[in-house]
């Protein structure tokens, strides 16, 4: 079966064709939004075997970038990575953030990896005046040992750029980590992650090259 009766007809279907696909991708080039995240923070809440006593700790040091796309019913996060240092964390009191490094984020060869997150396809929906909630499924390593990891991230449009603030629970079990203990007080198994940041957009490679060549 001939699908083109004649060259010319042939050439102008392909010539149509590139046209469009060129077209779709530059929509979506215009469409995508990158953005970048740097001193963001880190809060966790942990409880114990004694009532009284819980344990709280943080950063701010969460940095990372997501891809984003807006879309007619909300936002579509094409893309996203966090990274945080170990070393970032504090509880307040020495003794307790060395234990805290040793027990639960050493590796056995006695490194201590960035905790990542890594997450793709997320859909965020609108609750109205620029608000949306998106429901991130990833993977989190920690240790450098990828286990899956779901959070609920609130997020604001905030100018050019968003404000965050996302929550989830790890559980220790799941990455094999026993649960700390010190003089008769161990930690539970599930320990409370807040997160909190601002997100800005990058420019994008071709109007960093537009903006060089005005300056010159």
Not at 67 to 84: S, Y
Not at 105 to 123: I, L
Not at 183 to 205: C, I, M, N, R, Y
């Amino acid at each position: 079966m001939y699908f083109c009766k004649t060259v010319n007809l042939c050439a102008m279907t392909a010539v149509i064709g590139l046209g469009l696909a060129g077209s779709v991708r530059l929509a979506m080039a215009q469409d995508a939004t990158s953005v970048e995240m740097h001193g963001g923070t880190v809060t966790f809440d942990v409880g114990t075997n004694i009532s009284a006593i819980s344990v709280h700790g943080k950063s701010g040091a969460l940095d990372g970038r997501a891809d984003l796309r807006e879309t007619g019913q909300g936002l579509t996060v094409a893309h996203v990575g966090f990274n945080l240092p170990v070393n970032s964390l504090e509880t307040g009191m020495a003794v307790r953030d060395s234990h805290m490094r040793k027990y639960v984020f050493t590796t056995p060869d006695g490194q201590t990896p960035d905790v990542k997150f890594e997450a793709s396809n997320s859909a965020c929906t609108s609750n109205g005046a620029n608000n949306l909630t998106c429901e991130v499924t990833g993977d989190l390593a920690i240790r450098g040992v990828m286990r899956p990891f779901a959070m609920t991230v609130r997020v604001k449009k905030d100018g050019a750029g968003y404000h965050a603030s996302g929550d989830g629970i790890v559980k220790l079990s799941v990455w094999n980590i026993d649960r700390p203990s010190q003089l008769g007080v161990q930690t539970a198994d599930d320990v409370k992650l807040h997160l909190e940041f601002t997100a800005k957009a990058v420019p994008s490679p071709a109007a960093t090259t537009a903006a060089n060549r005005g300056g010159r």
